[in-house]
């Protein structure tokens, strides 16, 4: 059983910046890709990042490319996502998500266990 939990969440104005962390314990953070995965209501959980287990091969969303950055320290068991630039149509609750292999896929039934999300809005 793995255990995850995010923070970092808030509410920011546009254009600001938030940084989020997911810790994770129970299993070897270092052989499972993370992902972060976001949803609003009346919508399915979306996409938005995700890091290879060593953390060399990186997929975003488009609607994220060059805005948001994952990272991990496999030595923290822990990932981040750094949020830039943020606009109104990122307000979500964002989940973590510890994946069933090594590679950073961007489809949610790759992953097994997920936080209980964080929620980031961001007012215009």
């Known amino acids: 059983q793995v255990q995850l939990v995010e923070s970092g969440g808030g509410v920011v104005q546009a254009g600001a910046s938030l940084r989020l962390s997911c810790s994770a314990s129970?299993?070897?953070?270092?052989?499972?890709?993370m992902g972060w995965f976001r949803q609003v209501p009346g919508k399915e959980r979306a996409f938005v990042a995700a890091?290879?287990?060593?953390?060399?091969?990186?997929n975003y969303a488009d609607s994220v490319k060059g805005r948001f950055t994952i990272s991990r320290d496999n030595a923290k068991n822990t990932v981040y996502l750094q949020m830039n630039s943020l606009k109104p149509e990122d307000t979500a609750v964002y989940y973590c998500?510890?994946?069933?292999?090594?590679?950073?896929?961007?489809?949610?039934?790759?992953?097994?266990?997920w936080g209980p999300g964080t929620q980031v809005t961001v007012s215009s």
């Open positions: 998500a510890f994946g069933r292999s090594a590679f950073a896929y961007n489809n949610a039934n790759y992953y097994e266990y």
């Open positions: 129970g299993r070897s953070f270092s052989s499972y890709a």
């Open positions: 890091i290879s287990s060593s953390g060399v091969s990186i």
